[in-house]
């Protein structure tokens, strides 16, 4: 939908045609993109958000060379910058974790709260508990300081702070826009100052439109163009599944119907979906080494079929799977090219967002990586639920066809109990 609505913007036989930007967060989405977009559309660019922001500042003279800091370094800056604010404070919130400080500093870079006033003014979403003033200030003293060491290593940006500047920089900008129309895709992982940003980038004549389902929403709860400031004169649900069976439909509603998804007000539920097919099964083992064993032979087997993904909730497991599956492709945010061919893909359930499959796999679903620890101990427990149970939600939608799910431990938590959401063989 997204891409037909802008080919038809950038339709020079109409009377409202213009330059169209089509954009998504997710880079590895791009290459789907340009496979089902019709060849020699003119005045259509298909970029991810990054590097429309990038260019846009380059253009303005505010992006030098290397100007934007790894995402390796940036946590060493952050766990710098922490160690150099508890010399100097006491405060409860310092004897957390970088961890803690990393995810911090990223929403507030997402919500443009870049300023001590709108940080401590700011509704915090999905932190638990919410941090008191003294605890905020202490947090945001942390931020300054991380900008300070970033600028003395010579880094103007990272990647969560790009929108922020490219909202400054586009009030800042009085010339005529580059693009009439912005359509957004996948617009649930964008954040408000990203959404801010490309609704900056166009003319009082031109439009915005966002696509997006508030279910996939992993990168942030709470986030949508509500919360962006956008004021959107016509709100249509897609209320046909075009994607799943009705049988994994159901499992996919099921999840939405989970607590972690509660006072969710941008929710639509289907009432049409795709052809029927098998039900999702649900395979668990001894050991974690006949669990992937499993999942090759049937990766191999369905991949034969029709394109199947193997997805995993941490890039490691991913890479090691890939190179013990004889012809798996990488699916990362440098996939070059896509086909709807048979084939087997590999990769995080982040780097399958907007995809779809014939068949899915989901090794690893044990209550030990869903929600992943790492996710725990950096946004607090409440918040890593609410994220990786989206993230589940979004891993189970991408299969059109077959869904197979394994563990070789207890099941996670995340999954709902109801009967009949999936078929599980005996053990042998």
Known sequence: MAMLRAVFLADPRTEHSGRTLLVTFNKSLLAYLRHVIPDGIRDLDVRNYHRFARGYLNSRGRMRPNAIIGTELREELIWDALKSVRRERDEAVLARDADFFVAELSWMARNG??????????????????????????????????????????YDYDWDDLAAEACAELRRDADPRFYKHVVIDEGQDFSPEMLRSLALAIPADGSLTFFGDVAQQIYGRGLSWRSAGLKVRQAIMFTKNYRNSPQIARL??????????????????????????????????????DELTFAREQAVALGRLGPTAVLFRRDRDAELFATSCQGAKRLHAQTPT???????????????????FQSVILPGLTDESWPEPEAVNAEGEEAAIASDGRLLYVAVTRARQNLLMTTSGPLTDLLPREDGLWLEPRRR
């Open 113 to 154: 709260t870049l300023t001590e006033s709108s940080y401590l003014e700011a509704d915090r979403v999905g932190r638990g508990a919410a941090l008191g003033p003294r605890n905020r200030s202490a947090a945001f003293a942390v931020q300054e300081q991380y900008v300070s060491l970033r600028a003395a290593a010579g």
């Open 252 to 289: 996919g509603l099921a999840i939405a119907a989970m607590p972690y998804f509660r006072d969710e007000p941008d929710m639509v539920a289907p009432d049409a979906f795709s052809d029927e097919g098998p039900p999702p099964t649900l395979r668990r083992f001894e050991n974690p080494g």
């Open 338 to 356: 896509w086909s709807p061919a048979p084939s087997i893909w590999v990769g995080t359930v982040h780097s399958a967002k907007g995809f779809e």
